[in-house]
Structure formats: structure tokens, C-alpha cells
């Protein structure tokens, strides 16, 4: 079983609906990141939360310590979201762990 | 403050080749980690460099190398190609302290293809 876990892999969304990427770990962190990668690679941090919820603009990710979960919520979703979701948790030492992505598509 | 830049962008090798690649920190960071990612999965951790000394390695062989230089940029050196190196290399910085965790900026990352 992976450290990091995440639903679903693949999403598709109409414009302007809800989305929902979810995040599980196993393993004790000192914060939980929330990434972007568009194709071509290049990897944007979105959150880094040790507790409670962050919003910025259109997203919202929150996290609870006790159940090892985190989620990240899309408001009114929109095509220039479309892109790769990644969770990573990080503890002392500065290590990443990674989960496998989640692929979002927002149809227009 | 300059971002995290990486070179080169894409580069193409052939099996038993020798690699390579280059990550200039965000300013003032001491710490670099590198991550290897193939395609469709998450990046996985390589290696990390602290004060120009290895901190921490991954599930890799020892033909994945690294240096980190005094004004902490860093390197990432890969011997013996073999086809499955193939992948995007992310190279992240951050400002570390021992009792604490913090924030890691990411390259826009290294595309190897092995022929």
C-alpha cells in the first residue's frame, strides 16, 4: 500500500461544477502540500497546510490530522483548470512523499 | 529573488550514456531535493543535498550522483542510461531547519528520453 493515496486518478467535469480530489496518508507529516502540473511538467504549489483549511480564489483544501485526510475542492471549475493534482506530504528532513496524481479535464 | 530554473529543458540519450543535469536554487535556500518522475505517476524522491552533503537518499542505485556547489546550485548525474531513466526530473528547493519543516519550491524540470 503507498504512504500517499489519491481519488479519484482520473476526473472530467463540465464548466462551472464542484470538484473534489482526495487525499489519504499513512505516515506522520509535518505539512501536506497541494500541487499543479500542466503538461510539460512544470509543478506549482498550490497549498502547504499542517491544520484546518486554506482558501485561494477558486480553491479550498482543508485537512484533518486525526483521520490523515486531506481534500481539495474546485469551485466552479473552469477548462484552464484542467491539469494533474498531486498530494505530497513532507516531515522533518524536508522529504517529500508523493501521491500518483489525480488528472482533472473541465469540459467547456 | 529569482525562482528555480533547471538545464536543459529536454534532452535526448542514448542507453550507456552518461547524463548531466543542473538546478539553480531559489536565492538563499541550503537545502535541494531531486525527484524523478515518470510518466503518468508522482514524482519520486532521489535524493536530497544540505550544505553540499547527502541527506537522505531514495529507492535509487548509486549511479544516480549528486553534488550541491557552495553557492547551492546542484547537480544530478546519472551513469550507465538504461531505457526506464526516462522520466522528468524535478529538482526542489527550500530553506531547511532541523527542528522544522519547510516549504519546497519546484524546477519546471529536466525532460531525459533514452533511446
Known amino acids: 500500500k503507498n504512504e500517499v493515496e489519491q481519488s479519484p486518478q482520473n476526473l472530467t467535469a463540465q464548466e462551472g461544477e464542484f470538484i473534489t480530489i482526495n487525499c489519504s496518508y499513512s505516515v506522520g507529516i509535518s505539512a501536506l502540500h497541494w500541487l499543479q502540473q500542466h503538461p510539460g511538467g512544470g509543478i506549482v504549489s498550490l497549498f502547504m497546510l499542517s491544520s484546518g483549511k486554506k482558501k485561494h480564489g477558486r480553491l479550498i483544501a482543508t485537512i484533518n490530522i486525526q483521520e490523515k485526510h486531506s481534500s481539495l475542492h474546485i469551485t466552479a471549475s473552469h477548462p484552464r483548470d484542467s491539469a494533474v493534482y498531486i498530494c505530497a506530504v513532507g516531515a522533518a528532513g524536508n522529504k517529500l512523499t508523493f501521491g500518483g496524481g489525480t488528472r482533472v479535464l473541465v469540459k467547456p | 529573488e529569482t525562482g528555480v530554473t533547471q538545464s536543459p529543458t529536454h534532452l535526448i540519450k542514448t542507453r550507456g550514456q552518461q547524463v548531466t543535469l543542473r538546478c539553480s536554487s531559489q536565492?538563499?535556500?541550503?537545502?535541494v531535493s531531486w525527484y524523478q518522475q515518470a510518466l503518468g505517476q508522482g514524482p519520486q524522491f532521489i535524493f536530497q543535498y544540505y550544505r553540499e552533503e547527502e541527506n537522505g537518499r531514495g529507492n535509487f542505485p548509486p549511479r544516480f550522483s549528486g553534488l550541491q556547489f557552495p553557492n547551492y546550485s546542484s547537480e544530478l548525474n546519472v551513469n550507465a542510461l538504461e531505457l526506464d531513466d526516462s522520466s522528468l526530473y524535478l529538482c526542489a528547493s527550500s530553506l531547511a531547519w532541523v527542528s522544522s519543516y519547510n516549504e519546497q519550491f519546484f524546477g519546471p524540470g529536466t525532460r531525459l528520453t533514452v533511446l
Open positions: 536565492s538563499g535556500h541550503n537545502t
